[in-house]
């Protein structure tokens, strides 16, 4: 080991530990976001220069270092004829390769495996090593996210969601919760309809605002059938006609209104007719928070039809449970992507 590299060993952690300092530093105030993109970008070219490095090593040049960043170094070890470290800025890395510039000064015994020595093509191999080694990325990306998921790289056909309409989420006091479903549940079919996009059945369901509907389901290999009302939410004419109210509120409860469960807008309507301009207390399900609410004096100024005052709400979110791909299928589908991103390129 070279006294240069073991005279300050102390002096050499204190400053990795003041950079991680400073990365920590940076996620707390800057955002988590600002990390993961400099670790990223950082990540990317370790990875180019580690391509370069692999291939200098695998046609026998010398490699005498191997840095992230520019500038003072701040943490080094040497491992073999190789010098590894972290320099303070971060905007490049470089792998140095004895005899790259023909007016390097090396060593007799290191002159044959300078790069000024090598043939051309083993020259080009590792100038162009770095950007071969992010296809290799792409290439090793490509197949694990096939592995989790064989439809997400290829887009999600209308047949493709039909199957395993499996419910992610279900929201409280709402249509989908009052007719006992819960998360794990696979829809059947709502109003008679059976399962289709989950885009058809968001516009199916806004048509049905106020209605009772069937709804069957199938949970743990039993089908079930139970009945519910569609909730309603508010549209922005709804809303902008009771103040104390936004868009995608659905109310749950209102001040001297008795009825069975949750009100219609027909309902309200009807008993805030003769009440425009007088404060109520209403209680709702806040759109910003997913939470019930009680908004006190909220005022109804303007009544609408209920067309335009509410569309339906039913309160589900799909998991569409996409099958994997096997071993050698995912990495012949990795290789025909990478292959079609390589074209595009050149």
């Known amino acids: 080991m070279s006294p240069?590299?073991?005279?300050?060993?102390?002096?050499?952690?204190?400053?990795?530990?003041?950079?991680?300092?400073?990365?920590?530093?940076?996620?707390?105030?800057?955002?988590?976001?600002?990390?993961?993109?400099?670790?990223?970008?950082?990540?990317?070219?370790?990875?180019?220069?580690?391509?370069?490095?692999?291939?200098?090593?695998?046609?026998?040049?010398?490699?005498?270092?191997?840095?992230?960043?520019?500038?003072?170094?701040?943490?080094?070890?040497?491992?073999?004829?190789?010098?590894?470290?972290v320099k303070a800025i971060w905007v490049g890395a470089y792998v140095r390769i004895v005899g790259m510039n023909n007016l390097d000064e090396v060593e007799p015994g290191d002159e044959p495996r300078s790069f000024r020595q090598q043939s051309y093509p083993r020259k080009m191999l590792v100038l162009t090593a770095g950007s071969a080694m992010h296809f290799v990325i792409v290439l090793v990306l490509l197949f694990a996210v096939l592995l989790g998921d064989g439809t997400i790289l290829s887009g999600r056909s209308d047949a493709d969601e039909t199957q395993n309409w499996v419910?992610?989420?279900?929201?409280?006091?709402?249509?989908?919760?009052?007719?006992?479903?819960?998360?794990?549940?696979?829809?059947?079919?709502?109003?008679?309809?059976?399962?289709?996009t989950f885009t058809d059945f968001s516009h199916l369901v806004q048509q049905l605002a106020g209605s009772e509907v069937e709804v069957v389901f199938l949970r743990d290999g039993v089908v079930h059938t139970a009945s519910t009302r569609v909730g309603e939410r508010l549209t922005a004419a709804g809303a902008a006609g009771i103040v104390g109210l936004i868009e995608g509120d659905r109310i749950l409860a209102v001040e001297g209104l008795e009825s069975a469960g949750a009100p219609t807008y027909v309902q309200v309507a009807e008993y805030g007719r003769d009440r425009i301009g007088e404060p109520l207390d209403m209680t709702i399900v806040d759109t910003r928070t997913g939470r019930p609410a009680v908004v006190e004096g909220a005022t109804i100024t303007d009544l609408v039809s209920p067309s335009a005052a509410v569309r339906g709400f039913f309160g589900v979110s799909a998991d569409y449970r996409a099958d994997g791909l096997g071993l050698v299928q995912a990495a012949g589908e990795s290789v025909r992507l990478s292959a079609l991103i390589v074209r595009d390129v050149v």
């Open 4 to 85: 240069r590299l073991s005279a300050s060993p102390l002096g050499d952690h204190t400053r990795l530990a003041v950079l991680v300092a400073l990365l920590v530093l940076l996620g707390v105030f800057a955002g988590a976001g600002w990390l993961v993109i400099i670790l990223s970008l950082v990540a990317m070219l370790f990875l180019h220069e580690l391509g370069h490095y692999l291939m200098a090593r695998w046609t026998g040049m010398k490699v005498s270092e191997f840095f992230i960043g520019f500038g003072p170094r701040l943490w080094s070890f040497r491992r073999g004829e190789t010098e590894y470290g």
């Open 167 to 196: 419910l992610a989420t279900v929201s409280t006091d709402s249509a989908a919760s009052a007719a006992g479903l819960q998360p794990g549940d696979e829809l059947i079919s709502v109003a008679g309809v059976g399962r289709t």
